[in-house]
C-alpha cells in the first residue's frame, strides 16, 4: 500500500505551487506543461473547463476567463461566466482540484489531504472560504498556515539548530504581509505578523493598465475601458511590462489591432515604458509597504539590528523598487537563497510532513494578528485575546447580567485595540437565551474564545446554572485593508489616553449602578430587618448616587463611590451583628 502524502498548496492569487516532501525534502511538483507554477486561471469553453496556463492564454479572447479570485475569497460576491454564477470558493476549488490532479499523477496514487496557505492578514471568513474550496476538490484540509510562516519554514528547515530572527517580507499577486518569527532549537514561532490584504502586484499591472488607458484616450479619443476585451489585452501587456522592467531599464509594449472601430482604421497600440516612469508611477504603492515593516518590528518588541536574515516571498519582489525598499528600510540585503515562488509551497508541505509524522523535529507557532473581545455594558470591550497571542489557543471569562430578571443576552464579537466596541471592528453577534430569571450580577455567563491552529475563531456562551449553551463561529464577510488595520494601531495609539479616560468613566458609571442596584436589593430583602437609621442612611447614599450619575460628574462619582461602598459594608455588617444577636438570644430562651 502507498504510503500517505500530504501535499502542500500555495493557493495564490495570479499563481498556485504544490509540493510535496521526500525523503525529508520539499519537492514542487511540476504541472502537466512541464511548469513549476500554475497560473491560477479558469476559463470555461465548449462546455469544458480550463485551468492554468491554457486558461490565462484566453483571457484576452475569452470572456468566460476568471482571474484573481483569491481577492474574492470570503465574500459574498458572485462571479458569472459559462452561463452560471459561482461562488470564489467554486472557482478556487477547480484550481485545487487542478493541483490536485496532477500532484497525483506524479506521485501514482490518489492525494486526499492537504495544508493550504492564506496570507497571515486573511479573516476567519476568507480561511473558512479556503477550507471550503478544499473539501470541494475533493481535499481535507488539515491545516491553513500563513504564507510568510511557511516561508520560513522552508527556509529554516536545514538550520534547526541556530538561533536567529527572520523577517519575512511576502508580496503576492494580491495581498501582503510582513512576519517576524525567530527560530531556535526546532521551533519556529511567529512574534509577530502585519500587513494589507489590498496590496499586491496586480496593483503594479494596474497602475500600467491606467497609464495605457489614459494613452490610448489622447492619442485615439478613445475610452478602452468599455471594450472588455480590449482590456484584458492591456492586462496581459501590463503584466509582462512589469516583468520585463524587473530585468530591463525599458519594456516595449506592441498591441497591434487592438481595437476595431466600424468605419475607421483599427487601432494599433505601440509603447516603451522606462523602468524610471514605471517606479514614479507606482511610488505610492511602494510607500504602502513601510507601515506594515514598522508595525510588525513594533509588536515584536525588536529592533532592526536584531534581525539576522531577511526573505523575499512572492513574485512582485523581483521588482527592483521592491528590493531596494526592504534593503534601505532593513538595513541589510534580502537573502535570496530561496525561490520566492516556491519557498511558500515548500513550506506547507514542511508542515504537511510534521503532521504526518514524517518530520518530527520542528514546532510551528504562530500568532493572531489582532485583539479580539466582546462588547460589554456601556459599550466596553472586554478583551480575551490579546493580538500577537499564539495560536492555537482557548480564553475563558465570566461574565454576569446587567438587568434585574434578564433571561437572555447578546454575545457581541468585536475585533481591534480601542476599548469601546464603537470604535472596533464587529465580526458578528449571536444571543444566549433561557438565562433564569435573577437580579443582576446573580447569573454567571462563561464566555470562551477558540482560534485553531488554522486561525479560525470560534466562540461560545454558556449560562453555568441552566447549562444552556450557544456558540458561533466567525465568519466575517469582509476584509481588512492596509488603511483599515494600520487605522486600527494607530486609532488605538492616538487615542489611547481618551479612551482610558473613557473607559474609567463608563466603569465608574456601572460600578456606581450595581451598588445603586445592591442596596435597593438589600433593602428589600431586609425591610423587617433594618432599624430606622440604617434605611434612611441606605435611601440617602442611593439618592445621592443616583444625582450623581444622573449629573455626569464622573470625579465626584468616582470620590463618592468607595466612601458609599465602605457605608454599604457597615450598614450589612450591622445587620449581620444585630441577626446573629438575635439567633444568640433565641437560643438562650
Known amino acids: 500500500m502507498a504510503k500517505e502524502v500530504i501535499i502542500g498548496i500555495d493557493l495564490g492569487t495570479t499563481n498556485s505551487v504544490v509540493s510535496i516532501v521526500d525523503n525529508g525534502t520539499p519537492v514542487?511538483?511540476?504541472?502537466?506543461?512541464g511548469k513549476r507554477t500554475t497560473p491560477s486561471v479558469v476559463s470555461f469553453k465548449d462546455g469544458e473547463t480550463i485551468v492554468g496556463e491554457n486558461a490565462k492564454n484566453q483571457i484576452e479572447t475569452n470572456p468566460d476567463t476568471i482571474a484573481s479570485i483569491k481577492r474574492l475569497m470570503g465574500t459574498k460576491q458572485i462571479v458569472k461566466a459559462n452561463g452560471k454564477e459561482y461562488k470564489p470558493e467554486e472557482i478556487s476549488a477547480m484550481i485545487l482540484s487542478n493541483l490536485k490532479k496532477y500532484a497525483e499523477e506524479k506521485i501514482g496514487h490518489k492525494v486526499e489531504k492537504a495544508v493550504i496557505t492564506v496570507p497571515a492578514y486573511f479573516n476567519n471568513a476568507q480561511r473558512e472560504s479556503t477550507k471550503l474550496a478544499g473539501k470541494i476538490a475533493g481535499l481535507e484540509v488539515l491545516?491553513?498556515?500563513?504564507?510568510?510562516?511557511?516561508?520560513?519554514?522552508?527556509?529554516?528547515?536545514?538550520?534547526?539548530?541556530?538561533?536567529?530572527?527572520?523577517?519575512?517580507?511576502?508580496?503576492?499577486?494580491g495581498t501582503f504581509d510582513v512576519s517576524i518569527l525567530e527560530l531556535a532549537d526546532g521551533t519556529f514561532e511567529v512574534l509577530s505578523t502585519a500587513g494589507d490584504n489590498e496590496?499586491?502586484?496586480?496593483?503594479?499591472d494596474h497602475a500600467i493598465v491606467n497609464w495605457l488607458v489614459d494613452k490610448i484616450k489622447k492619442e485615439h479619443n478613445y475610452n478602452v475601458t468599455e471594450n472588455k476585451m480590449a482590456m484584458a489585452r492591456?492586462?496581459?501587456?501590463?503584466?509582462?511590462?512589469?516583468?520585463?522592467?524587473?530585468?530591463?531599464?525599458?519594456?516595449?509594449?506592441?498591441?497591434?489591432?487592438?481595437?476595431?472601430?466600424?468605419?475607421?482604421?483599427?487601432?494599433?497600440?505601440?509603447?516603451?515604458?522606462?523602468?524610471?516612469?514605471?517606479?514614479?508611477?507606482?511610488?505610492?504603492?511602494l510607500e504602502r509597504c513601510k507601515a506594515p515593516i514598522d508595525?510588525?518590528?513594533?509588536?515584536?518588541?525588536?529592533?532592526?539590528?536584531?534581525?539576522?536574515?531577511?526573505?523575499?516571498?512572492?513574485?512582485?519582489?523581483?521588482?527592483?523598487?521592491?528590493?531596494?525598499?526592504?534593503?534601505?528600510?532593513?538595513?541589510?540585503?534580502?537573502?535570496?537563497?530561496?525561490?520566492?515562488?516556491?519557498?511558500?509551497?515548500?513550506?506547507?508541505a514542511i508542515q504537511g510532513a510534521v503532521l504526518a509524522?514524517?518530520?518530527?523535529?520542528?514546532?510551528?507557532?504562530?500568532?493572531?494578528?489582532?485583539?479580539?473581545?466582546?462588547?460589554?455594558?456601556?459599550?466596553?470591550?472586554?478583551?480575551?485575546?490579546?493580538?500577537?497571542?499564539?495560536?492555537?489557543?482557548?480564553?475563558?471569562?465570566?461574565?454576569?447580567?446587567a438587568a434585574d430578571n434578564q433571561?437572555?443576552?447578546?454575545?457581541?464579537?468585536?475585533?481591534?485595540?480601542?476599548?469601546?466596541?464603537?470604535?472596533?471592528?464587529?465580526?458578528?453577534?449571536?444571543?444566549?437565551?433561557?438565562i433564569e430569571p435573577a437580579p443582576r450580577g446573580t447569573a454567571q455567563i462563561e464566555v470562551s474564545f477558540t482560534i485553531d491552529a488554522n486561525g479560525i475563531t470560534t466562540v461560545s456562551a454558556k449560562d453555568l446554572k441552566s447549562g444552556k449553551q450557544e456558540s458561533k463561529v466567525i465568519k466575517n464577510s469582509s476584509?481588512?485593508?492596509?488603511?483599515?488595520?494600520?487605522?486600527?494601531?494607530?486609532?488605538?495609539?492616538?487615542?489611547?489616553?481618551?479612551?482610558?479616560k473613557r473607559a474609567q468613566e463608563i466603569e465608574t458609571v456601572v460600578r456606581a449602578e450595581s451598588l445603586v442596584s445592591k442596596m435597593k436589593q438589600s433593602l428589600e430583602e431586609n425591610k423587617d430587618k433594618i432599624n430606622e437609621d440604617q434605611r434612611k442612611m441606605s435611601e440617602e447614599k442611593i439618592s445621592e448616587l443616583e444625582k450623581l450619575l444622573e449629573s455626569k460628574d464622573y470625579e465626584t462619582l468616582k470620590q463618592k463611590l468607595d466612601e458609599i461602598d465602605k457605608a454599604f459594608e457597615m450598614i450589612n455588617a450591622e445587620m449581620q451583628k444585630q441577626q446573629d444577636q438575635g439567633f444568640k438570644e433565641e437560643d438562650a430562651k
Open 407 to 434: 433571561t437572555a443576552v447578546t454575545i457581541h464579537v468585536v475585533q481591534g485595540e480601542r476599548k469601546l466596541a464603537n470604535d472596533c471592528k464587529s465580526l458578528g453577534m449571536f444571543n444566549l437565551e433561557g
Open 143 to 173: 491545516r491553513i498556515i500563513n504564507e510568510p510562516t511557511a516561508a520560513a519554514l522552508s527556509f529554516g528547515l536545514d538550520k534547526t539548530e541556530e538561533e536567529k530572527k527572520v523577517l519575512v517580507f511576502d508580496l503576492g499577486g
Open 479 to 500: 476584509k481588512l485593508s492596509d488603511e483599515e488595520v494600520d487605522k486600527m494601531v494607530k486609532d488605538a495609539e492616538a487615542n489611547r489616553e481618551a479612551d482610558e
Open 199 to 204: 496590496l499586491g502586484g496586480d496593483d503594479w
Open 295 to 348: 508595525r510588525a518590528l513594533s509588536d515584536a518588541k525588536i529592533s532592526l539590528s536584531e534581525i539576522n536574515d531577511v526573505l523575499l516571498v512572492g513574485g512582485s519582489t523581483r521588482m527592483p523598487a521592491v528590493q531596494t525598499l526592504v534593503e534601505t528600510k532593513l538595513g541589510k540585503k534580502p537573502n535570496k537563497s530561496v525561490n520566492p515562488d516556491e519557498v511558500v509551497a515548500m513550506g506547507a
Open 357 to 401: 509524522g514524517d518530520i518530527s523535529d520542528i514546532l510551528l507557532v504562530d500568532v493572531t494578528p489582532l485583539t479580539l473581545g466582546i462588547e460589554t455594558e456601556h459599550g466596553i470591550v472586554a478583551s480575551l485575546i490579546e493580538r500577537n497571542t499564539r495560536i492555537p489557543i482557548t480564553k475563558t471569562k465570566t461574565f454576569t447580567t
Open 234 to 285: 492591456l492586462k496581459q501587456a501590463a503584466e509582462k511590462a512589469k516583468i520585463d522592467l524587473s530585468s530591463s531599464m525599458i519594456a516595449h509594449i506592441s498591441l497591434p489591432f487592438l481595437i476595431f472601430i466600424e468605419g475607421q482604421a483599427p487601432i494599433n497600440v505601440e509603447a516603451e515604458l522606462k523602468r524610471s516612469e514605471f517606479e514614479q508611477m507606482t511610488a505610492s504603492l
Open 28 to 33: 514542487v511538483l511540476e504541472n502537466l506543461n
